[in-house]
């Protein structure tokens, strides 16, 4: 009799075991740390923010550092734009942690994820792909080196994806949104 009541417990946990919900949401968190020189200490980004649309394929792009800080993302082709994305970051703290994080609540896949730090003029881009159950939450730490020249990527496929990050864009001066004019 006991060992028929122990088999029956074990049976209907099991049951409710095979029950619960599968999902792959995750909550994206992103640590964004600063190298100014090559070689030098990093400096945690305090200003950066983050947002993300829900594209359905990966041919999409960020065109420009001002669509960037405007939020417009671009299709590979340039025919159709966005401009609202599906979801922005909010500030996210960890207990026992006086490190600064953004997190983004992603639910569909792929996320074209946009990161911006205004203070060093720098974007960075990834598409995220859920295709991991019930992992309530990612970490990323994602290094910025404003000294480099070309865009580079940060990452890899298998530890949370590969960021494409654009170096500092220059600084509009005023001569620049001014047209020259020619004497003769």
Known sequence: MRYRVIVLCCVALTA??????????????IK??????????????TDTYAYA?????????VASYEDAVAKIVT???GVERKTLPDVESVPFNRTDDSNYYISLPLNQS????????PSIRMYATTFKYLNVDNLYETYI????????????????????????IVPPAPEQTESDNTATETVE
């Open 16 to 29: 409710v075991g095979c029950f619960k919900s599968v999902t792959k949401d995750t909550n994206l968190v």
């Open 32 to 45: 964004t740390l600063v190298e100014e020189k090559s070689g030098a200490g990093t400096a945690l980004a």
């Open 53 to 61: 649309y829900y594209t359905g394929t990966d041919k999409w792009m």
């Open 75 to 77: 299709d590979s082709l």
């Open 110 to 117: 792929p996320a074209l994820v946009v990161l911006v730090a």
């Open 141 to 164: 730490t994602l290094l910025l080196h404003p000294w480099k020249k070309a865009p580079y990527t940060e990452g890899s496929a298998q530890k949370g994806g590969v960021w494409t």
